[in-house]
Nanobody
Framework: QVQLVESGGGLVQAGGSLRLSCVASGSIFSINNMGWYRQAPGKQRELVATITNGGVTNYPDSVKGRFTISRDNAKNTAYLQMNSLKPEDTAVYSC??????????????WGQGTRVTVSA
């Protein structure tokens, strides 16, 4: 079984920064893509950033230039550096990873989420 645990959320003023971490643990053979998603109250979950195991990143226009995703493959960890935060970034941020527990057994795993609140 594989678990993802996020940390680093909190309350920050507009214009501030936060760094989120996502650590994968358990029976891991390898990790494919990792990503961050967010869900604001009353809204659908949306993509924030993804990164392949080779380091190729992808962002929606809403966070491009402000957020940076990175990963440490040796530590099975992904990070999300969030700068110039806006009140509309307020949401629960969740980590997702595509994990091989064996060379042939793949599953998409989600963390519990960490709350980010940006005050005006």
């Amino acid at each position: 079984q594989v678990q993802l645990v996020e940390s680093g959320g909190g309350l920050v003023q507009a214009g501030g920064s936060l760094r989120l971490s996502c650590v994968a643990s358990g029976s891991i053979f390898s990790i494919n893509n990792m990503g961050w998603y967010r869900q604001a109250p009353g809204k659908q979950r949306e993509l924030v950033a993804t990164i392949t195991n080779g380091g190729v990143t992808n962002y929606p226009d809403s966070v491009k230039g402000r957020f940076t995703i990175s990963r440490d493959n040796a530590k099975n960890t992904a990070y999300l550096q969030m700068n110039s935060l806006k009140p509309e970034d307020t949401a629960v941020y969740s980590c997702n990873a595509g994990v091989f527990t064996t060379p042939l057994l793949y599953s998409s795993v989600w963390g519990q989420g960490t709350r980010v609140t940006v005050s005006a």
